[in-house]
């Protein structure tokens, strides 16, 4: 019979901004000791300028020991942390297990280090494990052949502790990563699956939609809180206001979905199913909300409502249609946060340029308001009348853009008892 652990992780002066939990939260985690993965690396993927927000999203959820770099954030935890990674963390792309990084400048290098790495441990005899790869700046440049013998390399390694030459791999998947940058090779394994944007509320989609990773990425930028009124006037498919209830009701983001890593025997199920009840546990229900996406277009506020409802969100949010140049507001504060078309067509310029010098007109109106805008016109600015407040660089896929940030008075704080 297996051991069996207990893991105690206490927070005696951690505030939760995920949960609202007060100092002093006790959790408990059942690990097989046969299975005990404490203490593995884990990566949060990330888009290029999201880095922060995904650290600070993992840093909420009371992992510690990070470290943050282009396009990922890496942290240590235990293994009970790829599942709740993946059900909470709203901005990141994927969670990847670590295997090792390592210099290599050959291909024997590579295959040698890798073959020396703990696979056996991590993936089950009739597992699946392709590989798929990558190569920036680096000697070994050819992708392909760096796959093959990651390849090899992990059959030869489980071949000496399985005992066996043939592996069939018919049961679950371990996607392996090599991704070379600057001759560091480093090997991950996938705990996602389709990525972390999927939701499962985006049934349809309008033009151009952004994605929901981005959208929640845009609304925690903008420090938006469920007790203020939150506008976007170009909801297109409703994605930002959907993502912004989610947020407002703690609703984890990967509550309503399966992750590859769920079929891993290597992860004791009681720690999906403690997870997973934390999600429940944890979602404010009785949370009121202000929200309201509007469009121009009818066919997109239909899509927008089908979305929302999906998401089990449709009473929450008031979706219209509307013109951006007909809003108006009898509520003294809120926040504008929008996705306004970019002119990315040729022929576009001159009714992007007056889109954007409408809606400074139109804004203006909201003087105790705050905007906060995704825009790739390097114009922007001189256009809609007035400098942005601060300037982030962001990408909204292959789009480089800036998200516009216009902040307007500070709330007055409310008394005690309101």
């Known amino acids: 019979m297996p051991k069996i652990y207990l893991t105690f992780i206490i927070y005696k002066d951690i505030f939760c901004t995920r949960c609202k939990n007060p100092p002093g939260k006790l959790e408990i985690f059942f690990m097989d000791g046969e299975n005990d993965m404490s203490g593995i690396d884990l990566i949060a993927t990330a888009t290029f300028g999201l880095e922060a927000v995904v650290a600070q999203e993992v840093k909420d959820l009371g992992y510690e020991h990070i470290s943050v770099e282009n396009g990922k954030v890496t942290f240590t935890a235990d293994t009970g942390a790829i599942c709740r990674a993946n059900l909470w963390l709203r901005t990141a792309d994927r969670v990847r297990l670590k295997v090792g990084a390592f210099k290599a400048v050959t291909f024997d290098e590579l295959f040698e280090k890798t073959k020396a790495l703990p696979w056996p441990e991590l993936i089950p005899v009739d597992a699946r494990f392709p590989v798929e790869g990558k190569s920036v700046k680096s000697t070994l440049f050819s992708v392909p052949d760096c796959q093959a013998i990651v390849k090899k390399a992990v059959v030869e390694s489980m071949k000496k502790t399985y005992k066996k030459q043939w592996f069939a791999e018919r049961g679950p998947v371990y996607k392996i990563e090599v991704a070379l940058l600057k001759d560091t090779a480093t090997l991950t394994i996938d705990t996602t699956g389709p990525g972390l944007h999927k939701r499962g509320y985006r049934k349809l989609g309008g033009q151009a939609p952004v994605k929901e990773t981005l959208a929640a990425a845009l609304v925690l930028l903008a420090r938006w809180y469920p007790d203020t009124v939150l506008w976007d006037p170009f909801c297109g498919s409703g ?180």
């Open 239 to 418: 994605t930002i206001p959907v993502e912004a209830a989610l947020i407002g009701r703690n609703i984890a983001p990967g509550m309503n979905r399966e992750f590859v890593s769920e079929a891993w025997p290597t992860i004791p199920e009681n720690l999906w199913r403690r997870a997973r009840k934390e999600t429940h546990d944890l979602v404010k229900y009785d949370q009121p909300l202000e929200i309201m996406g509007t469009d121009i277009d009818n066919k997109v506020i239909k899509i927008a409502r089908t979305n929302a409802s999906e998401a089990g969100l449709e009473e929450q949010i008031h979706f219209q249609r509307q013109s951006f140049t007909e809003i108006s507001s009898k509520k003294k504060y809120g926040k504008i946060i929008c996705n306004p078309p970019y002119g990315e067509r040729l022929g576009e310029a001159q009714k992007i340029s007056h889109l954007y010098r409408e809606m400074g007109r139109v804004f203006r109106k909201f003087d105790t308001w705050s905007f906060y805008v995704l825009s790739s016109h390097p114009q922007f600015e001189s256009l809609f009348g007035r400098p942005a407040t601060k300037k982030r660089k962001l990408y909204n896929g292959d789009i480089k853009v800036d998200y516009y940030q216009y902040f307007g008075p500070r709330l007055p704080k409310k008394k005690p008892g309101f």
